[in-house]
């Protein structure tokens, strides 16, 4: 008993000792935390405000005609499509759901546009075919927080048919086939038998790529039936850093013939702004997951039943490519959130860590649906320069009328970024103190600044603007 007091007592004294010194230390710590995810430059927050606010406004004044909110019903359309995003970046709940508005508002619009274009009801059901594949984008994968353990048909249904998915894979990749051949082979002068060659051997180096890749990755997608085959024909391919390369090479290598032959030459015999699509195509469905692939499938089902549901306007064309661009980007599986960013494509082709090399392909991995439906909404400027088709507010004939309505497009365009980023930092900014600032409305931030660089000003103002100037439709 004696040893156990003469024990105790010094121990008392040391707690007694150290518990102040460690109580101290967690209030500093804390008071240093709490102000350092606090110590906002405030002056800073309101002069990047202000400027983006400048911008929005010189761009709502250069777009001010094209909108014609006098007559035009599709300028209303796109303001309310402006004003109802910005007003949502102000509630949490609503920024980790935003999937929700882009779903229904392009639902809205097509039905809208299809009704008052349509004079009948046998011209309405003609019509209303992109509707009917509206609901894909939905289903295809669950989107947002709220019930993101919800069943989709990636989460769902293809893990549980292997085959089905293999088969949608295999469409997708035999529609590839059809357009490299008929719109970018056949047109640059490539008889039928060899284009038909170069357009398989193409698709079926993506196919192969992705057997090995998603054996890899995530080998539960082939089923019982599939996974023996699989493991071995991957048994012959040991280099998925090589294989990835050469699934790259044809397809850029066909971008770079037909961008060059664009800029060469007289430019009327260039080749049309459609043989773009399939090459670009392919290299995004190099950066799919092999569960979205089926998707892009989808896309192009939607791109060619368009053009009889939407008013052939710039105006219209525009809106519909934001609805559909922003759409597609969480109907492949993104959210607001930085957890939901999928690195599994960002290495292909790569060997060892670069940062150019892999920021550029996870930009081309997140964005694949966005960049697709840009591009698609520039081949339906360039098919407002066909005969037949419907003029626009431009007289000009040929790569100059494509130039004046792609300008339109392009202001159109900045007045709906510059006003979503006005209203997502100034929830920012008003709303710094708020519990989810960190989580919900920072990472939507970042997302946006993803947005405007890399979709609205690398994609949409320098490569689009680059081959509207190449010349050609």
């Not at 910005?86 to 546009?113: C, D, I, K, N, R």
């Not at 080998?219 to 790259?248: H, K, N, Y």
Request: proline share 5%.
């Amino acid at each position: 008993m004696a040893s156990w007091s003469s024990t105790e007592q010094p121990m008392q004294q040391l707690r007694a000792e150290i518990l102040p010194l460690m109580y101290k230390f967690c209030y500093t710590a804390q008071r240093l935390l709490s102000s350092a995810a606090s110590n906002y430059d405030t002056q800073r927050l309101y002069e990047g405000l202000s400027l983006t606010a400048v911008v929005a406004l010189v761009a709502l004044f250069l777009s001010w005609s094209s909108l014609d909110l006098g007559t035009s019903f599709t300028g209303w359309m796109i303001l309310a499509t402006v004003c109802l995003d910005s007003a949502m970046m102000f509630a949490s709940s609503y920024v980790e759901e935003e999937h929700q508005f882009w779903l229904w508002m392009t639902a809205a619009w097509l039905s809208v546009s299809i009704l008052r274009s349509s004079p009948n009801l046998g011209a309405i059901l003609t019509a209303s075919r992109p509707l009917l594949l509206v609901p894909a984008l939905r289903a295809w994968n669950t989107s947002g927080q709220k019930q993101s353990g919800e069943a989709s048909i990636v989460s769902a249904f293809l893990p549980a048919y292997p085959l089905v998915l293999w088969a949608l894979v295999t469409l997708t990749l035999i529609d590839l086939l059809s357009q490299l051949r008929s719109k970018t082979l056949q047109r640059s002068g490539v008889p039928a038998a060899i284009s038909y060659g170069i357009a398989t051997l193409a698709a079926g180096q993506i196919f192969c790529f992705k057997v090995v890749f998603t054996l890899h990755d995530s080998p539960e997608l082939f089923g019982p039936a599939l996974l023996p085959l699989s493991e071995q024909f991957a048994s012959c391919f040991s280099d998925l850093t090589a294989m990835a390369r050469v699934a790259f090479l044809l397809p850029t290598s066909l971008l770079l013939y037909v961008i060059l032959t664009r800029f060469k030459g007289d430019r009327k015999s260039t080749m049309p702004l459609s043989s773009l699509g399939p090459p670009i195509l392919a290299i995004l469905l190099i950066q799919t997951r092999l569960t979205n692939i089926p998707l892009f499938l989808v896309f192009s089902l939607l791109k060619r039943a368009l053009p009889s549901s939407i008013p052939q306007t710039v105006p219209s064309i525009t809106l519909t490519t934001i609805l559909l661009s922003h759409a597609s980007f969480y109907a492949l599986g993104n959210t607001n959130s930085i957890s939901s960013i999928d690195l599994s494509n960002a290495y292909n082709g790569v060997s060892s860590f670069n940062v150019v090399a892999v920021g550029f392909l996870l930009l081309l991995s997140t964005f694949a649906g966005p960049f697709y439906w840009s591009l698609a909404g520039l081949e339906m400027l360039g098919d407002l320069e066909k005969p037949g088709q419907v003029q626009g507010t431009a007289t000009l004939e040929g790569n100059g009328a494509l130039a004046v309505r792609y300008l339109e497009y392009l202001k159109l365009k900045t007045l709906f970024m510059t006003g979503s980023a006005v209203a997502v930092m100034a929830a920012c900014t008003l709303l710094r103190e708020h519990l989810f600032v960190w989580t919900v409305f920072s990472p939507k931030f970042l997302f946006l600044v993803a947005w405007f660089v890399g979709w609205h000003v690398l994609w949409g103002g320098v490569v689009e603007g680059m081959i509207v100037w190449s010349g050609g439709v």
